[in-house]
Nanobody, 120 residues
Framework: QVQLVESGGGLVQPGGSLRLSCAASGSGFSINAMGWFRQAPGKQRELVARVTNSGRPYYSDSVKDRFTISRDNTKNTVYLQMNSLKPEDTAVYYC??????????????WGQGTQVTVSS
């Protein structure tokens, strides 16, 4: 069984920074892509950023040049450094990992979510 545990959310003023972390625990699996999604009240969950297991990043247009995603494969951990935060970044942020237990058993795993609030 794979478990994703997130940390690092909180309240920050506009223009501030936060760093989210997500660690995958368990055994008998490998991780393909890892990423972060977010969901604001009344809106659909959206992809924020994703990184492949070789380190290639992808960002949504709304966070490009402000957020940086990285991962440490030795720790099965993905990070999201969020700078120049805006009120519209306020949402619950969810960690996502594409898990493979065999060559044909591949599935999405999700964290429990961490609240990020950007407000003065």
């Amino acid at each position: 069984q794979v478990q994703l545990v997130e940390s690092g959310g909180g309240l920050v003023q506009p223009g501030g920074s936060l760093r989210l972390s997500c660690a995958a625990s368990g055994s008998g699996f490998s991780i393909n892509a890892m990423g972060w999604f977010r969901q604001a009240p009344g809106k659909q969950r959206e992809l924020v950023a994703r990184v492949t297991n070789s380190g290639r990043p992808y960002y949504s247009d709304s966070v490009k040049d402000r957020f940086t995603i990285s991962r440490d494969n030795t720790k099965n951990t993905v990070y999201l450094q969020m700078n120049s935060l805006k009120p519209e970044d306020t949402a619950v942020y969810y960690c996502n990992a594409v898990i493979a237990t065999t060559s044909i058993n591949v599935f999405n795993s999700w964290g429990q979510g961490t609240q990020v609030t950007v407000s003065s």
